[in-house]
DNA sequence: ATGGCTTATTGTATAAGA
């Protein structure tokens, strides 16, 4: 690691063909080094570049049409870029990796799974247990990793704004904490817990039921560390200024800085 | 209130998101 301070931060934009002058304006604000984002929404051949690198920023897509689909924007050099977990048989946009500044940069859109006692759920459990097993491998061949995302599950009670209402419901139900317990678990370390933070910080907040005015949120995009990278980390926060815009994402960028 | 919104689709209603 040679650049210091240096600053990552994962964004889910929901459809990057709508919100990319909200990128745009947010990085001419916010001139951090590296930005994930997820839900894309676009093939590589409408993947904005040439936007992007006027803006100074290079960038790596795993993009398919309507849904999911992952990038990373980085100011640096990005080397050994890899698509999706290795091992997984996989047709949805998912995960894209980088080393960036010598860290290994890993961009992931984990599954929704709609409903608890869903296909889609069990889809996500079978990708979260695929995820675990290929990251451990990276965090050998790569001391030096960030995790960041969307990860659609509030690892705790205090990242949902109603736990009462949403008990075992998706995003919180028990299976979706034991496997993000089982990420951190190989020595990634939830960053935004780190320090201080005001009560009731999320990152989404739904669209519906002026979800975003009453603050009726959840915390499930993540920056995870891992244990080299710890005591290196000087702050995390979320910045709620790009949900307030007019056509928002549902999801607000969240920023890690390591000195 | 199992959605009151937003996005994409070669659409004119449906699926999906979280």
Known sequence: MKLTPFKLATWNVNSLNVRLPHVLDWLRDNPIDVLCLQETKQEDSKFPYADLKE????????????????????????????????GLDDEQKRVIAATINGI??????????????????????????????????????HPNLVLLGDYNIAPEDRDCHDPAAWIGQILVSPREREMFAKITALGLHDSFR???????????????????????GMRIDHIL??????????????????????????????VLTIA
Request: aromatic letters at 12%.
């Open 55 to 86: 803006a100074g920023y290079k960038a790596v897509h795993a993009g398919q049409k309507t849904y999911n689909g992952v990038a990373i924007l980085s100011k640096h050099d990005m080397t050994d870029v890899e698509h999706g977990i290795a």
């Open 104 to 141: 290994r940069v890993v961009c992931v859109y984990i599954v929704n799974g709609q409903a608890v006692d869903s296909e889609k759920y069990e889809y996500k459990m079978r990708w979260l247990a695929a995820l675990i097993d290929w990251l451990s491998g990276e965090l050998k061949k």
């Open 194 to 216: 780190l320090f201080e933070q005001p009560e009731k910080s999320f990152s989404w907040w739904d669209y519906r039921m002026m979800g975003f005015r009453r603050n009726f």
């Open 225 to 254: 560390v891992s244990d080299a990278l710890k005591n290196k980390c000087e702050s995390c926060i979320i910045d709620k200024a790009p949900r307030k815009l007019e056509r928002p994402s549902d999801h607000t960028p969240v």
